[in-house]
Nanobody, 124 residues
């Protein structure tokens, strides 16, 4: 059982930055690919970014490319999402997720482990 706890959300002005963290309980964290998802009000949850277990291979949804960076510290069992140049349309509840296959995270279904989510609000 992998437990995931997100932190770092909050309110930021457009153009600003936030860094989200997701701490995992699993000792074998380094064997999992880790992803970030978000759900805006009235919309379905969508994939944002994924980091392969090695932290080298990453993939992003088009709307965040060049602005968001996913990284991980396997020694600390933590994955991060650095969000720069934030826009009001980035406002959402952000979730981290874990799966042993990055492809499953990118598809967005069949994922067993989720954090509870945290709110990021970007104001004008």
């Amino acid at each position: 059982q992998v437990q995931l706890v997100e932190s770092g959300g909050g309110l930021v002005q457009a153009g600003g930055s936030l860094r989200l963290s997701c701490a995992a309980s699993e000792r074998t964290f380094s064997s999992y690919s880790m992803g970030w998802f978000r759900q805006a009000p009235g919309k379905e949850r969508e994939f944002v970014a994924v980091s392969h277990w090695n932290g080298v291979t990453t993939y992003y949804t088009d709307s965040v490319k060049g602005r968001f960076t996913i990284s991980r510290d396997n020694a600390e069992n933590t994955v991060y999402l650095q969000m720069n140049s934030l826009k009001p349309e980035d406002t959402a509840v952000y979730y981290c997720a874990a799966h042993q296959r990055a492809a499953t995270l990118i598809k967005g279904y069949g994922i067993e482990y989720w954090g509870k989510g945290l709110l990021v609000t970007v104001s004008l």
